[in-house]
Structures are given as structure tokens and as C-alpha cells.
């Protein structure tokens, strides 16, 4: 493969994976301070139709990849009110979000089916909102494992009642977690709609919030090993797109299921191994386990 | 029996509220909205056949939902298994279409169930031998199931003499599930009152369906009086992906009369949130994924009439799942902590 | 010679009860500074539950609490911390997924937002108390011993001006018991109030400037330590009898049933002995030394990690993927809530419990309820309705349920843990009157218990449970209130 072809492929990989990086890094963030949040698909699609709404209306990327995250937030505000508020099961209130995030996003993008929006110019070759995805990953890495807060954080993971004990108010660290899962899966969107796909069409997302909830148990809660599991994920992606251009004979269909079978395999090899036991963060462990169905 | 009925009561009444509220927010008049939805959903013979074709599906997806829930598993899968369902009756469709018997619908019907309960056997297996959580893989093999159809519709089984969409050939008359009085309501509704009811009997009173009682109240006691947890879980997953088997292939064969993209209409997610208001009983399910599909046909017709775009019915789904939920969480906090 | 000072603490009438329990009924007490307090009691005496209530996990429902003489509200753990109180807990607030120096840093009141390199200063004490503890090792990798000197650390770091310790010999091993007094003692001499929770003599032995004793949420006892001797320590602590329980125990007993050897499981270590046929076997004891392990194992609701347990010749000890529980055995856990039924199910269900493989796939139900109601009038289960959820029976009634259902499949060995807790005087002695019938009908049985008073009505022998081990059998004419007490508190000198 030539040279121009190579990075072609790594251009588009970087584009494909931008978007799950950012649900990738909320959502990771969220499972360290022991809540799982099933609704990013929901906030992810909240936020590429309200990004794409407001970069159609008003022809600016920026101020429609903030709304976007907005919307995210504003959305997982309703999955921390029921969970924190009244102790809801926390994946029923996950896809309750979900649900809420697909019928809003069908509903409002009724309007925008078919439409085109420009985005940033390119930064050194791609766009600037990659660039700064990428930046962010080892920038969210640092304060997790670097500073106080980031220690909180994880304690409250570990255990609510330890974390009580030494004087932190660990519902308040939830709600954070929970508010900035929710703000970078709205981004997360946002750039989905405006900046990878700059058109808008029905479901979007595709269900790339739902993998990266089960892709955060990959990624061992490191935001660090977010990077490269994204770029795995948008290099399938990539590659369904590509070998379909070049007329490969594999059904795209079969390599569309990659990601998702890559998934599910490497899941069984990591709770296969002892480590799964150890880097699951001690909270989440609750949840994980046979939850209790209502009734 | 009073739990289905206090179930349905209480979603019918969250449903009016959070009905209302959306319906202020979106600068419509409540309560005339309220009333042509009544309309729409069940004001004639139609509407009525109408809701009771999404009604089907709905139902059956809730029930696959339901069995492992009596074990307190969370599966999501209902959509996967119903795809994998179709696929696998429609595979047995096409083997014998060119020489089709009677015999020919009970296969596709079995062999279609057979796929579902494969594929939530596959989940159960993971999470029985391995751990895995069956939320999380359900959810993806939800995809890999689509994909696989996907897969085969475009590719080997597409139809040629089909050009502007891909499906495979018709699901000749010997294999398509037989219609109600003439409507497009098919038998599988039968199938699943059947199994509703039957159900219902089976788990409240077999020694089995006691038998996941005890395991999901207090796993270790259970344990303790012999009873086999991994082997329940396998069991219940599969006997779920069976029944949204049986309504994947009930859909391509009556509803759509051929494989197409597209064959759930996100009936694995409505079955989920029918699950969780009927409370996991069979029961009560019944009546909700009527009400439920009503709700659907609704805001189609919605659509057409009032400019509502259609997916204010899924908005209002998500509403009733977030406030049954806060309902219940504070419910809970009500009574007495246990212990 | 009057101290112009105020005390460090002092709690003036605090009381507070968990629905009808009084935990903690009127206490005034004082915790003066550059002292080590022992507060000594049984279990339930209401030690934890007082510090914790300085410590803020708690709020007294009356009286106060003052701190240096000014009466302070003290709403949860960060305030008690912020006050200078640190707490070093029976069950470890160490959170074992992150290492040393950061469960350390967690704690610091003076860890800066920035993460640095230099943790000196948290880290000066460790590096005195445990030279041996690499500060970048997981907690989770620490032993039982080395968490408890990081937990030390951690409140030391906070410049706590009152260390509350709870329980900080339970589960050290004699040597590190050893280290941790050294540690304790000079505590006090820095000028912090020291407060030792124990129900262990040698505790007091060790470090205490002054003894508390409590009982049943009161104090019933204050001296200097030395002032009293081990003697009037456990009477304080364990009282005097108020019932005399008249229990019948079977005159004849038979040759060895159960055999016992070498069990080991978890904290439980080397446990061995036999119970004959028609005996009664005692196990006394504070709960939480091991009673709960043993009594799973023993039963087969566990495997053991070593040793086996045999009936009758044939093995009882419980293989992996084994079906339940052995058909011979009964067992009465204890919180039969938790452990011994299906709260949501019927009691018909739950008294067809162990017989639920066996039933077929349609029971017949209407029989089965019939059994049930049977059972449930013989054993006095009120009210005799199997159609009631079992947690809708109250404890007393639930216990006698949990009675009928494993005491009527006629058992070889009967394993009761705790099964009076809780009960009022007439489920009680109906407890009693069941385990004891089923003694005369040649079963062994084992009994845990915390009131010895009743293994002492009851039992031909009793053991006595202390830091996993039986350290010590004493015949139903040698034992005595004193005896066992000194067994369980550890006193030394040897038993008459």
C-alpha cells in the first residue's frame, strides 16, 4: 500500500474513532466513580442532533459542538436524578436516558434529514477537533492518576462507605462523574454529526455509545488505554468503508461485526484473566453483579 | 394476578401525566392530543388490528425479557435474538421453498425459535461459564444478529427479481404464519397469549419457576438446598432468545412476508421497558404491550394528522420508563430497609 | 488535684437506639488527654456504637457530646475529622484497589491538587512505624497485620488528637499483636486522648491507663487499670445470671457421631473435636471469632481449606459442585432472614425447601401447604399460615419456621447457630425444648450461642471460640459463668 493510501486509512481511522473516544473517556470516567451509564447512546444522540440544529441554523461548528455537550450533559442530568435521587436501578434508568436521547433525536432531526453543514478548516492535515480529542485523552489521564481530585474520584469507586468514612461526600463526586460522562458523550456526537459525517441521519450513532459502555470494561477504566481502543474500533470502521470502495470480496456486513465481535472476545478474555478482578473498580462490582430486577 | 392489574393501572395513569407534560412542552393542547391518540391507537376495528400487529412482537420480546429477569438477569438481547430467530427460520424457508409441504411452517416456526434461543444461549453461557455480563453482551450481540441478517439479505439470499430493495423471495403461503379474521393480526399473537398464559402457570407454580424464585430472592440459600444457579441461567437465557425467536420469524413471515433490513422496529427496547413496567409478570405484560403498541400506531398516525413527528412515541416510552422508575426508587425508600 | 483543662471529650447522657435495640442507654464519660482508655464489653455492649458516634457515623438521639468543654454536633466522618478525631476501624477503610502512600495522600488533610513527587512528610511515620511496607504496594496485596499499621499511619497523619482504635488486636497474630503495643503505648504520652475498644483482657493489660467497662449500652464499671482485678473485670463485663435456665439434657448419650478433625476455614484454624450421639455441644464465645465460618462449615454450606468433617464414617465436609446440603444434616443459620429462608416466598415454599429438587415438576402445592400448616402448628409458628411470605413472620416465629422445616426431616446432626437471637422468653424456651427433643432422639448437636446461660442449661459440654480456635472444652459440671468468661476474654492462668 502506498504512502498517500496509508494515511488515507490512518486519516480515517483517527475521523471513525474521534467520536467513540470522547464517549469512550465520559463513560470511563463514570465507571471510576462506580455508576454505569447505559444512556451515552441516548447523550450522544442528543448531542449530534442539537449540534448538527445549531451548526445548521447558525453555520458555526464551534458553538454547535458546546451545544452538543450541553445537550449531553442536560440529558444524564435526568440518569443522576434517578440514580442518585431515588436509587433507581442504574440500567433501567440507562436506557430510559437511551430511549429518551432516540426519540428526541428522531424527533428534532425530522427537520434537518438530508442537510449539510460545514465544519472546522483543517489543522495540520485534519480536522482540529481530532486534535484536540487526542490531546484530551492523556490530559484526562494525568488528573485521574495526578492530582487529588482524580484520587477522590477513584477512592469513591472503590467504595462509597470507605470514601464516607476518610470524609468525602461521594454522591457529589457521582453527580460530577456522571454530569462529565454525559457532557463528553454529547460532544461526542456533536462531532459525529457535524464534524466526521456533517449530515444528519436517523440512529446516527449506531449504537457506538452502547459499545463504548462495554468497551470501558476494555480499556481496564484507564483512560489512557482509551486512545488505542478507539483507534481499533475506527480502524474496523474505516475498513468496512474502505474495502467496500475497493470492491472486496468480504461481506461488509460480516466486517461491520468486527468491532462488536472484537468486543464481546476480548470481554471474555479479561474477565477470564485475574486482572479483571482486581482493575474493576470495587462499586461498579455491585452493579455488575446479579442486579436485582424490580418486583 | 393484582400485581398485573396494579402495574398496568399505574402505567396507565403515568402515562396521562407524563402524556400531558410532553405534550404542553411541545405547545400542543393536552388534552385533545390525549384523545386522538385514544382514537388512533384503539377508536376502530383498524386501530384496534392495527396495535395488536406491534402489539405481537412487543409481547413477545417483553417475555424474553422476562425469563431471566425471574432469575434477576438484565438481558437487553431481545432484538438480536429475534433477528437470529428470523434468519434461522428463513433459512429453513428457503431450503424448502421449492417444494413446500405442511410441514414446511412448523419447521420455519421451530427452527425459528431454535435460532433465538441459541443466541440467548449464547449470552448465557458467557455469563453462566465465563461472568460476562449479560446487559453488556446482549447489547452487542444485538448488533452482531442485525449484521448477520443484513449480511445474508444483501448477499446469498437477496432476491434478484427485487431490485429496488433487499429481501429475500416471498415466504410462500405453506410457510407464512396464518392471518386473524382477515386482518394482518397473524397467529403468533395466539402464540403468545399462549405463551403468556402458559407461562404464567409454569413459573408461579412449577417446581422450576419456584425454583428461580429462591435463587434470585437469596442466591445463597438456593445454593444451599441444592439448587444449580449456572444451569438456570443457561436455561432461562435460551428459553428468552426462543420466544424473540418466535417473533422474528412471526414478523418476516406474516408481517413483512419476506427477510428484510429493518425487521425490528426497536421492538427488543419496547419489550424491555413492557418487562419493567409489567413488573416482570407475564400477566401483566399482556395488557401493556396492547396499551404500548397502541402508543406506537398512535404516533404513526400522529404523524400523518397532526405534524407530531412519529417519534414522540418513543419520547413518551422514554418519559413512562424514567418516571416509573423514580416512582418505584421512591416507593422503595418508603418502606422499611430489610434485615 | 482538679485539671483546670476540660477533658478532650466527654459525653454527657448520650444515648441511641436502632429501632427497639438501645445501643447506647445514658452514658456520661470522659476522655482526657495524654490517657489510654480501654473500653472493655461484650459484643452489643455498645462500645463501637458509642465512638462511633464521635466519630460522626452516627447521631446520638439524646445528650451531648463536648470537645474541650464546648458542645460540638458532629454530622459525619469529615467533621470528626477536620475536629482532630480519627477512628481506626474493625473493618479497614483502606480502599484495597490503590496503593500505600495513595490510600495515605487520600487521607492527608494537606495533599496538595497536584499529585507531586515529594510525599515526605506522609510518608516520615510509615517509614518509623512499618520500615518493611514498600508505599507503592496495593493495600489489597498487604496482609491483615500491615493494613492495620497503614490504617495507624493514616490517623496519625491527620494529627488526630484522639485516636479511636476499634477491636485493633482481632485479627493479628500474637507477634503482631506484640508490635501493635508498642505502637499504642507511646500514643498517649504525645498528649492524644487514646480510646481502645476491646473485649480482650490482654488488650488492657497492655496499654491501658484506665478501664471502662459496659454492658448492654451502660457503663457499669471505671478504674485505673490495675485496679481491678481479671476476675471482677469478666463479672463486669459478662454480669451476674439473672435466670437460672432449668434445661433437661438427655440422660444417655451414645458413641461418637460427629468427627471433626483438623478443620480449617479462612480465620478458623485446626479445630477438632467429636460430639456423640445424643449429645449437646456447646460452642460459646464473642461473636465474630469464627463462630459463623465454622458453623457453614460444619453444616456443608462451605468447603473447608483444610481438615474434614465426618458422620457417622461417611464424610460430611462439602466437595465443590456438591447439590446442597447433606440430607442428614439440619441447620439453623444464624439471621435466618438472610441466610435460612426466601424471604419473598410463601412459607409453604420455604418449608419445601430442602425437599425442592426432590418434589415433581408440578407439586402439588395444595398438599404441600397442607404440610406446611401441619408443621407450623407442631412447632408454633404464628401465624400457622403457610400462604404468608416468611419475611412477613417476626423473628421469633421465622426461627421456629426455619426449626420446622429442618428439624422434622428427623436429622442425624443439627448445626444451630445463634438461634435464639432475638427471641422473646417463650420462642426461646420452645427453641430449647426442639433442639433438645431432637438430642433425645439421638442426633448430635452443636449449638452456638453468646448467652451462656443457656449452653449452660443445655449443653453436656461446652467450647469456647476464641480468634478461630477452640481454646478450651469444659464439661457441663465444670463450667461455671467465670469460667467461660475467662476463656473468652482471654484471660491468662489456667481453668479449674
Known sequence: MGEAALLAWAAATLRSATPLLLALLGETLTQRAGIINLGVEGQMLAGAVVGFGVAATFGQPLPALVAGGVAGLVLSLVHAVLCLGVRANQIGSGIAVWMLGLGISSYYGRAFIGGRVTTFGPLLGMSPVIWAAILLVPVVGWWLYRTRPGLVWRAVGESVDNAHALGIRPRLVQLQAILVGGLLSGLGGAVLSVDYTQTWANEITKGRGLVAVGLVIVTRWNPFLVLPTALFFGLCEAAVLRLQAVGLAVSSYLLACLPYAACLAVLTIVQLSARYGRDMPEGLKDVFADSRTSG | MTRAVLSVGLAVLAFVAVGAAFFVLIGKPPLTMLGAMLRFGFGDAYSVSESLVKATPILLCALAIIVPARLGLLSVGADGQLYVGALAGTAVMLAGAAAPGWWLLPAVLVTGALGGALWGGVAGVLKARIGVNETISTLLLNFIGLLLVNHFVYGSWRDPANLGWPSTIPFPPQATVPSLLGTRVHAGLLLALAAVVGGHVWLVRSRFGVALRVLRENRKVGDMVGLNYRRNVIVTMAIGGGIAGLAGICEASAIQGRLQPGLSLGYGLTGFLVAWLAGHSFLGAAPLAVLIGGLIVAGDALQLYAKVPAASATILQGLLFATALAVSGLARRGSPPRG | ?496
Not at chain 3, 488535684?1 to 477533658?7: F, I, L
Not at chain 3, 496499654?207 to 448492654?216: E, G, L, N, P, T
Not at chain 3, 462439602?318 to 446440603?325: E, H, M
Not at chain 3, 439440619?330 to 429438587?357: C, F, H, K, M, W
Request: glycine content about 10%; hydrophobic content about 50%.
Open chain 3, 1 to 496: 488535684m482538679t485539671s483546670a483543662a476540660p477533658p478532650a471529650v466527654r459525653f454527657r447522657a448520650v444515648a441511641k437506639s436502632f429501632g427497639p435495640v438501645r445501643a447506647v442507654d445514658g452514658v456520661d464519660l470522659e476522655i482526657r488527654r495524654g490517657e489510654t482508655l480501654a473500653l472493655l464489653g461484650e459484643n452489643g455492649a455498645g462500645k463501637s456504637t458509642l465512638v462511633k458516634l464521635l466519630y460522626g457515623v452516627h447521631q446520638p438521639d439524646a445528650g451531648a457530646i463536648e470537645l474541650d468543654g464546648r458542645p460540638v454536633v458532629i454530622a459525619s466522618p469529615a467533621v470528626a475529622i477536620a475536629r482532630g478525631i480519627g477512628m481506626v476501624f474493625q473493618r479497614f477503610t483502606l480502599v484495597p484497589a490503590l496503593s500505600v502512600l495513595e490510600n495515605l495522600l487520600l487521607a492527608w488533610p494537606h495533599t496538595r491538587w497536584r499529585l507531586g513527587r515529594d510525599h515526605a512528610p506522609v510518608l516520615a511515620r510509615l517509614a518509623v512505624l512499618a520500615p518493611g511496607i514498600d508505599p507503592a504496594r496495593r493495600v489489597a496485596q498487604l496482609s491483615v497485620a500491615e493494613r492495620q499499621l497503614v490504617e495507624l499511619v493514616r490517623v496519625l497523619n491527620m494529627d488526630a488528637r484522639c485516636v479511636l482504635l476499634d477491636e485493633p488486636t482481632a485479627v493479628l497474630t500474637p507477634l503482631e499483636v506484640e508490635r501493635l503495643y508498642e505502637l499504642i503505648r507511646p500514643l498517649a504520652s504525645q498528649g492524644r486522648a487514646v480510646v481502645m475498644i476491646t473485649h480482650k483482657l490482654a488488650d488492657v493489660a497492655a496499654c491501658a491507663d484506665r478501664v471502662v467497662v459496659m454492658r448492654q449500652g451502660r457503663i457499669v464499671d471505671e478504674a485505673p487499670a490495675g485496679a481491678r482485678s481479671d476476675d471482677a473485670l469478666v463479672r463486669a463485663m459478662i454480669g451476674a445470671s439473672s435466670v437460672v435456665e432449668e434445661g433437661t439434657p438427655p440422660a444417655r448419650i451414645g458413641a461418637a457421631r460427629l468427627v471433626v478433625r483438623g478443620l480449617g476455614a479462612g480465620f478458623v484454624r485446626d479445630v477438632s473435636f467429636e460430639v456423640c450421639a445424643g449429645e449437646v455441644l456447646g460452642v460459646a464465645g464473642v461473636a465474630g471469632n469464627g463462630q459463623r465460618p465454622l458453623a457453614e462449615v460444619l453444616a456443608g454450606v462451605v468447603a473447608p481449606s483444610a481438615g474434614a468433617v465426618h458422620l457417622d464414617g461417611r464424610s460430611l465436609t462439602r466437595r465443590d459442585g456438591a447439590a446442597g446440603l447433606d440430607p442428614r444434616v439440619a441447620y439453623i443459620p444464624e439471621q435466618p432472614l438472610d441466610n435460612g429462608v426466601a424471604g419473598a416466598l410463601s412459607a409453604t415454599v420455604n418449608v419445601a425447601l430442602r425437599r425442592l429438587r426432590a418434589l415433581r415438576a408440578f407439586p402439588d402445592w395444595r398438599a404441600e401447604a397442607a404440610t406446611a400448616r401441619e408443621l407450623m402448628r407442631r412447632f408454633d409458628v404464628r401465624p400457622p399460615e403457610p400462604r404468608l411470605p416468611a419475611r412477613a413472620f417476626s423473628g421469633g416465629n421465622l426461627q421456629k419456621l426455619v426449626l420446622a422445616r429442618e428439624l422434622s426431616r428427623a436429622p442425624d446432626l443439627v448445626v444451630a447457630c445463634y438461634p435464639t437471637m432475638g427471641l422473646d422468653v417463650a420462642a426461646t424456651h420452645a427453641v430449647h425444648g426442639h433442639l433438645l427433643e431432637c438430642a433425645s432422639r439421638g442426633a448430635s448437636v452443636v449449638w452456638f450461642s453468646e448467652d451462656l446461660d443457656e449452653l449452660l442449661g443445655c449443653a453436656h459440654r461446652i467450647a469456647v471460640m476464641r480468634d478461630g480456635r477452640i481454646v478450651g472444652v469444659l464439661a457441663r459440671e465444670h463450667a461455671s459463668r467465670q469460667a467461660l468468661g475467662r476463656l473468652m476474654a482471654g484471660s491468662t492462668g489456667q481453668v479449674a
